[in-house]
């Protein structure tokens, strides 16, 4: 087993992370809540989802189950023409989850003794089988891969903290999936902001979004109370600021635009989702979603956004266009951490 950890002394910052409410939900290893809470809700009616004998083919979407039977909290995998119907339920429970190539990873929560959770982050394959087991440092916030699955990052709260605190720190480490070895935590690569050193103690991290080529990526800065998007290199252990003001960026399949959450209105604002232009270097607002949507979303298509939103109904994985005004439609009931595997 390998152990990502790290003793020295870390600053706490003001932050707002990629974490998710998970509504209804009552356990000794829940998801961090953030702030905004729908208004209460009676508790929903259990319907039984038609279970699949083998996984679907290519294309699926993988998600976690948060429907209020035996799949709760279980990996599932649908056909992606039909997400909200029948599913394939995997062996996995997982608190995030992700998956591309012939990889995944599935951060989960052990309760060692009463009140005490341990962490850990399992590389899995194909058939769902553990290869590598990492202890993490604290609670799991974010996990992506790169497109082949060699790659995989995932962000963690320091032990002890968390979104509720909003005084918080991150920690956002980046893995070899098929040699199972930590490359190194992204506090320790070197930082450029308009090609001059950008450093201040109170880094953090998370985020993390792949291009095809597995070495290339982008993430979330944060210091002194502003946040920027970077662009980063794995192998050189080097990123340069690209824009102020992007949170949770997440990379279009034809890797010509990103997809990102911007704050309005200071630490307890609404969440706003935008695009960036890689080329143009522009950015759209999109309207779409009147709501407040906390989440690093994932790309269904080249037009299309699924991110988890939770309302007065429950817990939702919701579609949005990219090319139109129209409100998010619902895309799967009681689902989170969804994964577009192609």
């Known amino acids: 087993m390998t152990t990502v950890s790290d003793t020295s002394s870390r600053p706490w910052v003001l932050a707002?992370?990629?974490v998710v409410t998970?509504?209804?939900v009552v356990t000794a290893i829940a998801f961090v809540i953030t702030s905004r809470r729908p208004a209460p809700r009676p508790a929903p009616r259990i319907v039984v989802k038609p279970l699949l004998s083998t996984e679907p083919s290519r294309p699926f979407l993988m998600f976690i189950s948060l429907a209020p039977d035996?799949?709760?909290k279980r990996v599932v995998v649908a056909p992606?023409?039909?997400?909200?119907?029948?599913?394939?339920?995997?062996?996995?429970?997982c608190e995030r989850v992700y998956?591309?190539?012939?990889r995944g990873l599935c951060l989960t929560a052990a309760s060692t003794r009463p009140g005490v959770a341990t962490y850990f982050a399992h590389v899995f394959d194909e058939h769902f089988t553990q290869l590598t087991t990492l202890t993490l440092t604290g609670a799991p916030s974010r996990t992506r891969l790169s497109p082949d699955g060699r790659r995989a990052a995932f962000t963690v709260f320091d032990e002890g903290h968390s979104y509720a605190d909003g005084v918080f720190s991150t920690r956002t480490t980046i893995i070899d999936t098929i040699g199972g070895t930590v490359i190194g935590d992204l506090e320790s690569w070197k930082v450029t902001r308009d090609g001059r050193p950008f450093s201040n103690?109170?880094?953090?991290?998370?985020?993390v979004t792949f291009a095809p080529d597995g070495n290339t990526f982008f993430a979330t800065l944060r210091t002194q109370g502003s946040a920027y998007l970077i662009e980063g290199n794995v192998d050189t252990r080097e990123a340069r600021v690209l824009m102020p003001g992007a949170e949770c960026p997440s990379l279009s399949p034809d890797r010509t635009r990103i997809a990102f959450?911007?704050?309005?209105?200071?630490?307890?604002?609404?969440?706003?989702?935008s695009l960036f232009d890689l080329a143009t270097r522009e950015v759209r607002a999109l309207s779409g979603d009147s709501e407040s949507v906390d989440d690093q979303v994932e790309w269904l298509d080249a037009r299309s956004l699924i991110y988890f939103r939770p309302n007065a109904d429950g817990n939702f994985i919701w579609r949005l266009s990219t090319e139109t005004?129209?409100?998010?439609?619902?895309?799967?009931?009681?689902?989170?951490?969804p994964a577009v595997v192609r």
């Open 16 to 18: 707002a992370a990629c």
């Open 261 to 273: 959450k911007k704050q309005l209105g200071g630490r307890h604002g609404f969440w706003q989702l």
């Open 80 to 93: 992606l023409d039909a997400p909200d119907a029948a599913r394939f339920v995997t062996p996995l429970h």
């Open 325 to 337: 005004g129209d409100p998010p439609q619902p895309f799967v009931r009681e689902g989170f951490s």
């Open 201 to 207: 103690k109170d880094f953090n991290f998370w985020g």
């Open 70 to 72: 035996e799949t709760f």
């Open 22 to 24: 998970v509504i209804g």
């Open 99 to 102: 998956y591309s190539g012939s």
